[in-house]
Nanobody, 128 residues
Framework: QVQLVESGGGLVQAGGSLRLSCAASGPTFSMIAMGWFRQAPGKEREFVAA????????NYPDSVKGRFTISRDNAKNTVYLQMNSLKPEDTAVYSC?????????????????????WGQGTQVTVSS
């Protein structure tokens, strides 16, 4: 069982930056991809970014492309989400997730069903 623990959330002013971390433990050799999702109050969970664990290819939705960057450190079993130019609408609980399945297409990264393991989440609040 892979365990995921997020850190780095907090309160930041609009235009500021935060870096989230997601540390994985357990049988991480089985991981194929990791992703970040967010959920604001009253809204559905939304895909934010994904990265292939071995190849390092990345995917982003248009809402964060150019502002957010996902990266990984395989030696530390850690994935990062660098968030720049933050906006109040980025306020949400951010969760990392891991999958041990090979995706059959890019669209798979966008769906919560693709991911098997989830962290508890970390709150990000962007003030205007």
């Amino acid at each position: 069982q892979v365990q995921l623990v997020e850190s780095g959330g907090g309160l930041v002013q609009a235009g500021g930056s935060l870096r989230l971390s997601c540390a994985a433990s357990g049988p991480t050799f089985s991981m194929i991809a990791m992703g970040w999702f967010r959920q604001a109050p009253g809204k559905e969970r939304e895909f934010v970014a994904a990265i292939s664990w071995k190849g390092g290819s990345t995917n982003y939705p248009d809402s964060v492309k150019g502002r957010f960057t996902i990266s990984r450190d395989n030696a530390k079993n850690t994935v990062y989400l660098q968030m720049n130019s933050l906006k109040p609408e980025d306020t949400a609980v951010y969760s990392c997730a891991a999958s041990d399945r090979t995706p059959l297409g890019i669209a798979w990264y966008y769906t919560t069903a693709y991911y098997k393991y989830w962290g508890q989440g970390t709150q990000v609040t962007v003030s205007s």
